[in-house]
């Protein structure tokens, strides 16, 4: 019988030996989250050859399912206190509730690659499975990319303004990372203005945090996405169709990216509606295009009107302790909504409603904010008031402590 190079990940036998190894030699030794890397069988010898389900040739589309499903099935029974993290360069449908992300695998450095990484996020993620990523700055940064060769990507401008863009387009990515062939990847490696850039989309990105953090529970609770084709959020404009360039991070957020090199300026569809320039505050008439600047240091970001964007502050990791109060940003134009939620980060005690809401509700006729507590099993407000700064676009910023109880605030 000829041999081949995958497991019967299909046998319960296999399966439970295969997260036996992962846990001894990686999890027991304080690993707690694991790059599965290559899900897919590749290369595979023989796919004639019999499984515990079938032949292989005829089972193998769902083999990434299992291998997660091995892990993460193993992992939280033997660390039930501690959530599921996998990076895996493969998937199939259902794959996410397997605590899984998907990259996109080993691409090139190149502009032709960043445009292309776009619309293959949004179709993954339109796919149904929403915990997408990518390489920034590509994968391959030798001579199979735009750098002549290996030592040219840390001083070749035309790769350094590659990367700065890609790096935006991560910034706005689900998951948020780098990574690179052979390669040092620190932002200080590169030039100094690359690396004003990359700090301060980093910070950018933590300051979303509780936005993005509430809008994964709308994906855990609601089936929403956190990043999406225009489409996707207005199917009746057929304007939106085709889009490859622009999508909605979150509900509220509209994101270009610029895939040309020394492009400073990008044309951009704005759907019904009005938008504010995320960076000034400028108003814009949707349905229509608009040329828009795209400075090398910023992307294009654009907010609709009837939008709440929590705001947090600056800090160096996620669950960050900090005494300084999230900015509620409001976008007048229409009533706008929005949940902010709150867990542990850490663990699955939420399935049990271990976790907190607030309601933020705008009247665009009252210019009132409306702030209410749902579900109150974490925090618990009235022994732990939470501090706010609620900024209207073009008003005033005020400050509110709230306690649990229903508050109304003029704007």
Do not use: C
């Not at 199939?92 to 776009?118: F, P």
């Not at 936005?211 to 489409?231: D, F, G």
């Not at 109060?325 to 709150?342: E, N, W």
Request: charged share 25%; proline share 4%.
């Amino acid at each position: 019988m000829k041999s081949s190079n995958y497991i019967d990940i299909y046998d319960d036998g296999v399966s439970e030996r295969f997260y036996r190894m992962l846990s001894d030699s990686m999890f027991h030794k304080g690993v707690s989250s694991i790059w599965l890397d290559g899900t897919e069988p590749e290369g595979v010898n023989d796919a004639t050859q019999m499984t515990a389900v079938g032949r292989f040739e005829e089972v193998q589309n769902p083999y990434s399912l299992l291998v997660t499903k091995a892990m993460y099935d193993g992992r939280r029974e033997e660390f039930p206190k501690e959530r599921v993290f996998n990076l895996t360069r493969s998937a199939y449908a259902g794959q996410q509730r397997y605590g899984a992300t998907s990259w996109s695998g080993d691409v090139e450095a190149s502009w032709e690659q960043l445009e292309e990484q776009i619309s293959a996020g949004l179709n993954f993620t339109m796919a149904g499975v929403p915990y997408w990523t990518h390489d920034i700055g590509g994968f391959f940064r030798d001579s199979k990319s735009i750098n002549p060769e290996f030592d040219n990507q840390y001083t070749n401008p035309e790769f350094i303004e590659l990367l700065t863009r890609w790096f935006q387009f991560g910034t706005f990515s689900p998951i948020f990372r780098i990574h690179g062939y052979v390669s040092e990847t620190e932002i200080w490696r590169y030039n100094e203005a690359f690396e004003r850039t990359a700090r301060k989309f980093i910070d950018l990105r933590y300051q979303l945090m509780p936005y993005i953090y509430s809008q994964a529970w709308q994906i855990t609770t609601n089936s929403k996405q956190l990043m999406s084709p225009l489409a996707y959020h207005y199917p009746n404009d057929n304007k939106t169709w085709g889009i490859k360039d622009q999508f909605l991070f979150g509900e509220s957020i509209m994101v270009g990216i610029v895939t040309e090199y020394k492009q400073r300026e990008k044309n951009m569809y704005f759907p019904k509606g009005t938008w504010y320039n995320f960076w000034t505050n400028e108003m814009l008439n949707g349905g229509e295009q608009h040329a828009v600047k795209a400075d090398l240091d910023e992307t294009p970001l654009f907010v609709k009107a009837g939008s709440i964007i929590p705001f947090g502050p600056k800090v160096q990791y996620a669950t960050q302790e900090t005494n300084e109060p999230i900015t509620i940003k409001v976008y007048p134009g229409a009533d706008a909504q929005f949940t902010l939620y709150f867990d542990d980060s850490e663990t699955y005690d939420y399935e049990k409603g271990a976790y907190s809401e607030i309601h933020l509700n705008y009247s665009e006729t009252e210019k009132t904010l409306q702030i209410k507590k749902g579900q109150d099993s974490y925090i618990d407000f009235s022994a732990n008031p939470m501090n706010f700064k609620v900024e209207l676009i073009g008003g005033q910023i005020q400050t509110i402590s709230f306690n649990g109880a229903e508050t109304q605030l003029k704007l």
